[in-house]
């Protein structure tokens, strides 16, 4: 029987469970070179860290006065990320084996991202993810992305789990506001190093300041336990 009790957990995906944000970097650039934008630097990528890509294009539009749509522009970076993320996308070792633990015991777990169906299911299926996390939500699926609180509730929803009884685990910004508007606590793994004073992160369950270093499968699991036994 399960120490975590009641417990399910929701895991973002790109810079949570898998380092995939070189990819959508490079998709990113490559778009925007395409349509008259070539110096997009990694450190302008870093603002659109934890938001959907639908959203992250929209802002665009404004920032970058292109004339081409929402859609014409969702296909052309899907396209990029979806080739390169095919060809080689990273899952973080202790965040694998900490995924494998939780399935040894049973534990309800889903993904909710900002990403496309395409790109999850893409992205779970290349890395043998899928063995495990077969409860997916996209941002596209649901009215609002993060920092609104939808993908998360969908994703309790799906599992059939009291959102208080959900703990998330995030990288973003976005993500731990949207975790915590939605009621549920949250592991927070800053993937970008200058963001982990935000107030957002503060207000995180347990805030891990050196992201994906300061992680480890077993003592996430002994947390977790902890925290189902004061629950």
Not at 126 to 138: E, P
Request: hydrophobic content about 45%.
């Amino acid at each position: 029987m399960s120490t975590l009790d009641a417990l399910s957990v929701v895991f973002d995906l790109d810079g949570t469970l898998v380092d995939s944000e070189p990819n959508y970097y490079e998709a990113g650039r490559l778009t925007l070179a395409e349509h008259g934008v070539p110096d997009f630097s990694w450190a302008e990528h870093e603002r659109y860290v934890g938001i959907s890509t639908r959203e992250t294009i929209t802002d665009w539009r404004e920032r970058y006065g292109l004339r081409a749509s929402v859609e014409e522009l969702l296909e052309v970076k899907n396209g990029h990320y979806l080739r390169l993320a095919r060809a080689s996308t990273r899952v973080y070792p202790e965040m694998r084996r900490f995924v494998e633990l939780l399935a040894a015991e049973g534990v309800p777990m889903a993904v909710a991202s900002g990403s496309s169906p395409e790109a999850i299911g893409a992205i779970l299926a290349g890395t043998r993810l899928d063995a495990h996390l077969r409860t997916v939500v996209s941002a596209e699926e649901v009215p609002r992305g993060k920092p609104a609180p939808d993908v998360f509730l969908e994703a309790a929803r799906r599992l059939g789990a009291d959102p208080a009884d959900c703990v998330v685990v995030e990288d973003a910004v976005p993500g731990v506001a949207a975790a915590h508007a939605a009621g549920m606590r949250c592991v927070a793994i800053p993937y970008v190093a200058a963001q982990a004073d935000a107030p957002e992160f503060a207000a995180a369950a347990l805030l891990l300041r050196g992201g994906q270093r300061d992680f480890t499968a077993r003592a996430a699991h002994e947390w977790l336990t902890r925290s189902a036994r004061a629950a």
